[in-house]
């Protein structure tokens, strides 16, 4: 709350030699100046500098905002807000290049970055990110929304996006890609395009969607790249952002082998056999399924943020390409709680009887992904029971304390009367 520390009598009018600002070196005292609606040589009042104080504390940057006034200088006594959030723009059309956040600052003096979930200038932001594109003809509705990452139940971030009209993505050109293929690729354009545009990620789903068709033909370096071409318009209803995209195809090699990290959780043998061609499957796929293979064998003990990077050696002479492979495995994680949900206590009783990975235990998603299906190959009850049902595994992962809490969840039933413990 803001209220005043030290004040003139109510009907002075005073002129302060100066006006400073405590307590939040995150801010300079023209960036508060401006914030506030303050002006040096500003002849004030009580009443007046009760109005700043309110004022700086509806931008909900603060948590207090008092204030002294010693016959000759005003200062601010500020306590930043305990709680801000990064601001990330998701779907919001601007051109290329275009510095949001700079733009956003010199509108909003206090806009740093971050944003209350609740406030001034929270709000400020969305009708600010509303007048930007307007000013490119483009009229549309933001909302901020408070986000948090995947896995996570914890607040991270306050997102911006366009609720309305729809962003989409609109490929304007392709080149680079020889005769034989251009019907597929534009096949593939076209159906990656009906995905909605993304400031992060539209550029990268167009380069992996061509790059995975080129890899399963085997041109193992094919290079592809998206970039945004022109500014966004507003037409037949939605936003289309406009993408050209540049395909260097390279040349075709033939697979010779991947050679899996020493002390790796999967044996060479078993990477081997995967890479025998079963059932007309193509190199590309071949070779995705590799990949996830060393990270589900990794992720089986516990690594569960593990990054496996394949990294190709080519011959071109020989016009072959092997693969040896990265592996960054991360932390080990946890069991925290396992808890069976929405089923009758009978269900409950009958997979708890089965279910072997205690809390503490590593976590072992490839366990977790079976559990249910080997659970009711054990039990004819089980089997009867879950005929026709969908189960749902809820993982929600502790980035700061390495575990996982676990609701295996039977979507199909009826809610039990007894609540899963």
Same mark, same amino acid.
């Given at each position: 709350?803001?209220?005043?520390?030290?004040?003139?009598?109510?009907?002075?009018?005073?002129?302060?030699?100066?006006?400073?600002? !405590? +307590?939040?070196?995150?801010?300079?005292?023209?960036?508060?100046?401006?914030?506030?609606?303050?002006?040096?040589?500003?002849?004030?009042?009580?009443?007046? *500098?009760?109005?700043?104080?309110?004022?700086?504390?509806?931008?909900?940057?603060?948590?207090?905002?008092?204030?002294?006034?010693?016959?000759?200088?005003?200062?601010?006594?500020?306590?930043?807000?305990?709680?801000?959030?990064?601001?990330?723009?998701?779907?919001?059309?601007?051109?290329?290049?275009?510095?949001?956040?700079?733009?956003?600052?010199?509108?909003?003096?206090?806009?740093?970055?971050?944003?209350?979930?609740?406030?001034?200038?929270?709000?400020?932001?969305?009708?600010?990110?509303?007048?930007?594109?307007?000013?490119?003809?483009?009229?549309?509705?933001?909302?901020?929304?408070?986000?948090?990452?995947?896995?996570?139940?914890?607040?991270?971030?306050?997102?911006?996006?366009?609720?309305?009209?729809?962003?989409?993505?609109?490929?304007? +050109?392709?080149?680079?890609?020889?005769?034989?293929?251009?019907?597929?690729?534009?096949?593939?354009?076209?159906?990656?395009?009906?995905?909605?545009?993304?400031?992060?990620?539209?550029?990268?789903?167009?380069?992996?969607?061509?790059?995975?068709?080129?890899?399963?033909?085997?041109?193992?370096?094919?290079?592809?790249?998206?970039?945004?071409?022109?500014?966004?318009?507003?037409?037949?209803?939605?936003?289309?952002?406009?993408?050209? *995209?540049?395909?260097?195809? @390279?040349?075709?090699?033939?697979?010779?082998?991947?050679?899996?990290?020493?002390?790796?959780?999967?044996? !060479?043998?078993? *990477?081997?056999?995967?890479?025998?061609?079963?059932?007309?499957?193509?190199?590309?796929?071949?070779?995705?399924?590799?990949?996830?293979?060393?990270? +589900?064998?990794?992720?089986?003990?516990?690594?569960?943020?593990?990054?496996?990077?394949?990294?190709?050696?080519?011959?071109?002479?020989?016009?072959?390409?092997?693969?040896?492979?990265?592996?960054?495995?991360?932390?080990?994680?946890?069991? @925290?709680?396992?808890?069976?949900?929405?089923?009758?206590?009978?269900?409950?009783?009958?997979?708890?009887?089965?279910?072997?990975?205690?809390?503490?235990?590593?976590?072992?998603?490839?366990?977790?992904?079976?559990?249910?299906?080997?659970?009711?190959?054990?039990?004819?009850?089980?089997?009867?029971?879950?005929? +026709?049902?969908?189960?749902?595994?809820?993982?929600?992962?502790?980035?700061?304390?390495?575990?996982?809490?676990?609701?295996?969840?039977?979507?199909?039933?009826?809610?039990?009367?007894?609540?899963?413990?």
């Amino acid at each position: 709350m803001a209220f005043a520390a030290a004040r003139p009598a109510v009907s002075q009018k005073f002129l302060p030699k100066t006006i400073g600002f !405590q +307590g939040d070196p995150e801010y300079s005292s023209q960036e508060l100046m401006e914030a506030a609606g303050l002006r040096k040589g500003e002849i004030l009042s009580n009443d007046s *500098v009760n109005n700043v104080a309110q004022k700086l504390m509806s931008t909900g940057m603060f948590d207090g905002v008092s204030f002294k006034f010693d016959g000759q200088d005003l200062v601010f006594y500020l306590i930043p807000a305990s709680q801000l959030f990064p601001a990330k723009f998701e779907n919001l059309p601007f051109p290329a290049g275009e510095d949001v956040g700079t733009n956003l600052h010199n509108q909003i003096p206090l806009y740093h970055g971050k944003v209350p979930a609740t406030g001034g200038l929270m709000n400020d932001v969305t009708q600010d990110l509303e007048k930007m594109l307007a000013a490119k003809g483009i009229q549309a509705t933001v909302t901020g929304i408070v986000s948090g990452n995947l896995g996570s139940l914890k607040p991270t971030a306050m997102t911006y996006s366009v609720t309305s009209p729809p962003v989409t993505v609109k490929v304007v +050109g392709v080149e680079g890609v020889s005769p034989t293929y251009q019907s597929k690729v534009q096949a593939i354009l076209t159906d990656a395009s009906k995905n909605p545009f993304d400031l992060d990620t539209s550029a990268d789903s167009l380069e992996r969607a061509v790059g995975l068709f080129y890899e399963d033909q085997g041109y193992a370096a094919a290079k592809v790249q998206a970039v945004r071409s022109g500014e966004a318009a507003l037409t037949a209803g939605s936003i289309s952002v406009p993408f050209t *995209v540049n395909v260097q195809e @390279g040349r075709l090699y033939k697979l010779t082998g991947v050679q899996v990290p020493a002390g790796a959780p999967i044996a !060479q043998a078993d *990477v081997n056999k995967l890479l025998e061609k079963p059932n007309g499957e193509n190199q590309g796929v071949r070779l995705r399924g590799v990949w996830e293979q060393i990270a +589900g064998s990794y992720k089986a003990k516990g690594y569960l943020d593990c990054k496996v990077t394949p990294v190709p050696q080519f011959d071109d002479a020989a016009g072959t390409v092997s693969y040896s492979v990265n592996v960054v495995p991360g932390p080990v994680y946890h069991l @925290g709680f396992v808890k069976f949900d929405n089923m009758s206590e009978a269900t409950r009783m009958l997979l708890m009887r089965y279910w072997q990975m205690m809390p503490g235990d590593v976590f072992n998603q490839s366990y977790v992904n079976m559990f249910v299906l080997k659970a009711r190959g054990q039990d004819r009850t089980l089997a009867q029971t879950l005929n +026709g049902t969908h189960i749902k595994n809820i993982e929600t992962e502790d980035l700061v304390n390495h575990t996982v809490n676990l609701v295996i969840r039977l979507d199909d039933s009826p809610p039990a009367a007894t609540a899963a413990r």
